[in-house]
């Protein structure tokens, strides 16, 4: 296990602004999908953000929505089903199949050690001290942080406390959101679209108690707009079009980690 003193070193060489491939960037590929992640990677993007959730018998895998039938060609819930039946599922939509729904050992396994990676345990999930042993276990303390709801962050926290954690527990106004974000000990916070554009007094208070700031853009957000997220203060944009994400940063002097 690093200690923290090698955490913050290797951190300290992480982007501190750019593009988080949504779901992997879900307009490019099958979202949460190894093609997706290692698309976002070959672009250069600056974080990926994924979504987990637990099989029956306990394997954390990658998907967002609480069974597989949207995103898949089978049904049922996702913890309901085990590992082996997950695996016969094809998540490629129809696409140059078959794609299968990867594990987050997997995910890990191929990411670079450059960029952030934005795990998100879903709602009502009981994984956090799970996940954060496998993130652990891969070598990817450094870079790899939880986001979720109180009790995900707390269980990841205790089982690596040098992990980094962001809380999503939305609160009534955004003021209230960063203020619990706060007091739970988050490293990261999570704005979103759905409550306008970020105001740049908010994530000005953020980034002066250390919260890295990330913002979840709409899906069909101009460029014009994600650009105005980033005058406000956002540090990544996380996108579905890694294009127009990557085009904005482009334009206040970001580059690509690659590609």
Known sequence: ??????????????PPRGV???????????????????????????????DVRQSADGAIVVMH???VDRTTDGSGRVGDLTLAQIRELDASGGGRGPEPVPTLQEVL???PEDLWINVQIKE???SGAAVAREIAEAGRLHQA???????????????C????????????????????????????????HLRGPLEPELAARAHASGLRVNFLAAPDASVQSLCGELAAGADFLLVDDL?????????????????
Do not use: W
């Open 20 to 50: 988080a491939a949504h779901r992997g960037g879900a307009a490019g590929h099958p979202e949460n999908t190894l093609a997706a992640f290692a698309r976002a990677s070959r672009l250069g993007v600056h974080q990926v953000e994924l």
């Open 65 to 67: 929505d609480a069974t």
């Open 161 to 192: 406390p040098g992990l980094l954690v962001c809380n999503l527990v939305r609160k009534r106004t955004r003021v209230e959101y960063l203020e619990h974000a706060l007091r739970e000990g988050a490293d990261f916070i999570q704005f979103h």
């Open 243 to 259: 294009a127009r994400g990557l085009e904005a940063l482009a334009r206040v002097g970001v580059s690509r980690l690659r590609g």
């Open 1 to 14: 296990m690093p200690t923290a003193d090698e955490l913050r070193a290797r951190r300290a060489g992480l």
């Open 109 to 111: 396994q191929i990411l």
């Open 145 to 159: 942080f939880v986001a979720g709801g109180n009790r995900a962050c707390r269980e990841a926290k205790q089982a």
């Open 124 to 126: 009502g999930e009981r």
